[in-house]
């Protein structure tokens, strides 16, 4: 390679591309004008030197005349460059467009990193402009190969936007932002960054920081023999600077899986402490009480006690700067815990979305402020929030009490958070494993999947009145899918007593991870061998055998018919699901509702098989491949509601019907093991899913009602006529 070198005595504005005699086309080529202290300007050009040719160059000024012309012989040695010589007469804006070019540009142009000539004269270049370079500190070591390095930088350094390390091995644009703390009293500035430790090794390696207003030097060394590891510093060192343990976690989490979790494992062991604002009768008080931090922003709830109307709002806190959350603020009314043992004080409730935290982890611990009116501002940090997607999901549904959630909040600051962490969860879920117990029947007509969870109580009479049907024995596979895995080997213990009992072949698939009820009734299904799918809850129990074939034969493709339901009893033998039907609330959200609820199970307009809107998922059987075709249930909503009536509108859409089949009887302990789910039973999984349902159908089925008010009204004019 070459670099041509010509000072020119005035100022000249644009450098004129080298031209070669002889027609001779170089590439790549590069030009460089630098300004000389005492006037002028001094031309740089670089190029390949062509192998074995002889070259005559013209090089020009942009001022007419300015030109100079130069021979170089095929074989004639040309100087190496030299430092002193290129430095010399360069004023300091010179000095640094140079050094600019030979860090950023031209190592790529020409693929120099590696060039040991460049890389001597790249460091006599720096040892030029910074004979003592001040110390750049390897203070720890993080996950494949990463340090954190520390140096203290001048006041008015400004913006950095770009570190480099030169070494012997060669040159390197080190990974990420660089993290730079408030100016301390002294002037000076503390700035730290993840770099790759193989870009650092070597002996005497150089960390060059380039910004829009200088360059700096600094000199690498390492901080005793052995630096801890990044867990360990940020546990010891880093309590007190929440800001930058916040830009390392990110910096962690966005390098490698490695890096993700150690960001994990550093919130898990070295957690911030929580902080509340504590008031005393007339001051005010404050707490966070959850921040989960997702891709979709941080749901925030929290308090405040304002007895002497001092509180201006509410401010997260993130990398680029306080960001005030007030105006987004949904309140409500709270108790909170006063100073004696009984006593109860009123404060106010809020709920509000954040920014979100721009990493590959969730950030544990956000930070916010109590701004007051004086100005002055206290600091709220809440404890550490849940790790796993599942607990984070049960927090965001238990966040705000659901008679304070109305629309608009659930909507705009809620559902966003539990969607992000509903998807999240559904892809933790993992694989599945499968026990067969007994000998399968060869070629099933129907394979019934029943989803458990939890509660146990039905499955020796439900076993045992499916063991007592002849049809079912004969014909029908069983599928019990296990969605607390936990119970694992109390349920297969139990099946297997139960198949020695009563002789009944069975698998049960048991999930990796509580994944909820459509996830667990489409596993069920993927393993069914049947033409014909029931799916049947656990707390469904037959009044009498032959119910499995009298529904399946109702599947009549000329009749349309996609999907049926039996009706369902309640123990009193009272009726709990004679089809189902939508209506709307007050807000406009579409319920679903059960015909004829609460009826005696001889109530006539319940005794009559007819085409309705929907039938329950307690019991609904329908023919495999449509259930494959319309994707099975659908998985996104949460916990277990509303996706049975999905199914029955997905098979609508598909131009087939929802048949009710009232001869067919069957028990329903309804909803026995939803009330093991805290998670539905204190929270909002019914709104938010209420919600989607509205969403994703409200026009088909405001159809389907208009519809069906039409041909009531027609037959009532009927019977009036």
Not at 101 to 123: C, G, I, N, Q
Not at 375 to 397: I, T, W
Not at 399 to 405: L, S
Request: charged letters at 20%; proline letters at 7%; aromatic letters at 6%.
């Amino acid at each position: 390679m070459l670099l041509l070198a010509w000072d020119v005595a005035k100022a000249v504005d644009a450098v004129v591309p080298l031209s070669v005699a002889g027609g001779l086309s170089i590439a790549p080529t590069a030009s460089l004008r630098l300004t000389l202290a005492e006037g002028g300007t001094r031309l740089l050009w670089a190029l390949r030197r062509p192998a074995g040719m002889p070259l005559n160059i013209c090089l020009s000024a942009s001022a007419p005349g300015e030109r100079v012309d130069i021979a170089i012989g095929a074989q004639e040695a040309v100087a190496p460059a030299d430092a002193a010589s290129l430095l010399d007469g360069l004023d300091a804006a010179g000095r640094l467009a140079l050094l600019s070019a030979l860090l950023s540009l031209w190592p790529s142009l020409f693929r120099l990193r590696r060039s040991r000539a460049y890389l001597r004269l790249l460091r006599s270049l720096l040892q030029a402009m910074a004979p003592n370079p001040p110390a750049a500190v390897i203070l720890a070591r993080a996950a494949d190969d990463f340090v954190l390095v520390e140096t203290m930088l001048a006041a008015g350094f400004g913006r950095i936007d770009a570190a480099y390390a030169v070494s012997d091995r060669g040159l390197c644009k080190l990974e990420g932002v660089p993290h730079c703390a408030p100016l301390r009293r002294d002037g000076r500035q503390s700035v730290h960054w993840l770099a790759g430790d193989a870009a650092l090794s070597g002996p005497g390696a150089l960390i060059v920081l380039t910004g829009p207003d200088g360059m700096s030097v600094r000199a690498l060394t390492q901080a005793g023999t052995q630096p801890p590891t990044m867990v360990r510093w940020l546990r010891e060192k880093a309590q007190g600077a929440p800001g930058l343990r916040e830009h390392l976690l990110r910096e962690l989490s966005e390098r490698s899986e490695a890096g993700q979790a150690m960001a994990l494992e550093a919130q898990l062991r070295a957690p911030l402490q929580p902080r509340r604002v504590a008031g005393g009768g007339a001051t005010p008080s404050a707490e966070i009480a959850t921040a989960l931090a997702t891709a979709s922003g941080t749901l925030v709830t929290g308090w405040y006690r304002d007895p002497s109307d001092l509180v201006a709002g509410i401010e997260a806190v993130t990398c680029k700067g306080p960001q005030d959350l007030t105006p987004g603020l949904h309140r409500f009314p709270v108790d909170i815990e006063g100073p004696g043992e009984d006593i109860r004080l009123r404060a106010t409730g809020f709920a509000v979305r954040a920014p979100a935290f721009q990493g590959a982890v969730p950030l544990l611990q956000p930070r916010f402020r109590l701004r007051l009116k004086s100005g002055a501002f206290h600091d709220l940090v809440p404890g550490p929030q849940p790790v796993d997607p599942a607990e984070r999901r049960a927090a965001a549904l238990r966040a705000v009490p659901p008679q304070h959630v109305n629309e608009a909040v659930l909507a705009g600051t809620i559902a966003p958070v539990i969607e992000r962490l509903h998807a999240e969860a559904r892809g933790r879920i993992g694989e599945p494993s499968v026990v067969t117990i007994g000998r399968p029947l060869a070629r099933p007509r129907v394979s019934v999947v029943v989803p458990l969870y939890r509660v146990l109580d039905f499955l020796r009479f439900q076993i045992a009145t499916f063991a007592a049907d002849a049809w079912f024995r004969d014909h029908a596979e069983l599928i019990y899918v296990l969605d607390s895995p936990d119970q694992a080997w109390d349920v297969e213990h139990l099946l297997t007593g139960l198949h020695l009992v009563y002789a009944l072949p069975m698998r049960l698939v048991v999930m990796a991870r509580n994944a909820g009820f459509a996830r667990a009734c489409n596993t069920g299904a993927a393993e069914a061998r049947g033409p014909v799918l029931a799916m049947v809850n656990s707390d469904v129990v037959p009044t009498a055998p032959g119910w499995l074939p009298a529904l399946a034969k109702r599947l009549d493709g000329r009749r349309g018919i996609g999907a049926v339901g039996p009706k369902l009893l309640f123990e009193d033998d009272s009726l709990q699901h004679a089809g189902m039907f939508f209506s709307q609330d007050h807000r406009g959200r579409w319920l679903n509702q059960h015909f004829h609820k609460g009826m005696p199970r001889d109530y006539a307009p319940a005794c009559k098989e007819r085409i309705v809107p929907a039938v329950t998922g307690a019991c609904l059987v329908l023919p495999r491949p449509l259930f494959d075709d319309v994707g099975g249930f659908t998985e996104d909503y949460v916990i277990g509601d509303y996706e049975d009536s999905d199914l029955c509108l997905k098979i609508t859409a598909r131009g087939r019907r929802i048949l009710y089949a009232p001869s067919v009887e069957l028990y329903h302990l309804e909803r026995k093991s939803m009330k093991e789910s805290a998670d539905y039973m204190r929270g909002i999984a019914w709104q938010y899913n209420c919600a989607l349902h509205t969403a994703r159908w409200g026009d088909l089925i405001t159809d389907i009602m208009e519809s069906r008010g039409s041909r009531r009204r027609r037959r009532e004019r009927s019977l009036c006529a």
